[in-house]
């Protein structure tokens, strides 16, 4: 069975910090997402990384896929309060089949 | 945007009844899927579905679990005879493609409470 350890499971910082979101397996995945899910919702994909070793932005996150494709993270620089929420990474094993295996979360916690 | 749209929103039923979940993924998408969430848990798979027949189940999907694409539109999710651990938010997904990163689109959910 895989599995994806997500640290820390809660981070409660000030705005404008920056924070580091873990996404560990032993486990090696042909691809990672990162997800963020609001109360009473469905995921929304924010990322996917596929080669060990990518590194992607959107704005002021950054997604980085490890070189052994065993796991990921996500840095977000000078946190604003509508970065608050759950933070779910899940790692695909191969084709458009296969389930994707999630992470417990992270909720973060952006205070003004 | 295109969404994936899933109703009920929420739906209450009593231990032993039959629920159907309904789910329209996005119009050209090849690849479905059901993953369901208990509350404080982590998203869990349950089944993929591509070219009208299952081609990945969890050992979560047992034989209270079947899916069904009626018609051109619709992707459902029948439960038996629900028990209470049944209860859950029930997510359906779509995929464009069959290649490559998984690229999936959630659709809002669905509650079940099971009494």
Known sequence: TQLLEQSPQFLSIQEGENLTVYCNSSSVFSSLQWYRQEPGEGPVLLVTVVTGGEVKKLKRLTFQFGDARKDSSLHITAAQPGDTGLYLCAGARGGGADGLTFGKGTHLIIQP | ?115
């Open chain 2, 1 to 115: 945007e295109p969404e994936v749209t899933q109703t009920p929103s929420h739906q209450v039923t009593q231990m032993g009844q039959e629920v159907i979940l309904r789910c329209v993924p996005i119009s050209n998408h090849l690849y479905f899927y059901w993953y369901r969430q208990i509350l404080g848990q982590k998203v869990e798979f349950l089944v993929s579905f591509y070219n009208n027949e299952i081609s990945e189940k969890s050992e979560i999907f047992d034989d209270q679990f079947s899916v069904e694409r009626p018609d051109g539109s619709n992707f459902t999710l029948k439960i038996r005879s629900t028990k209470l651990e049944d209860s859950a938010m029930y997510f359906c997904a779509s995929n464009l493609l069959g290649y490559g990163a998984n690229v999936l689109t959630f659709g809002a959910g669905s509650r079940l409470t099971v009494l």
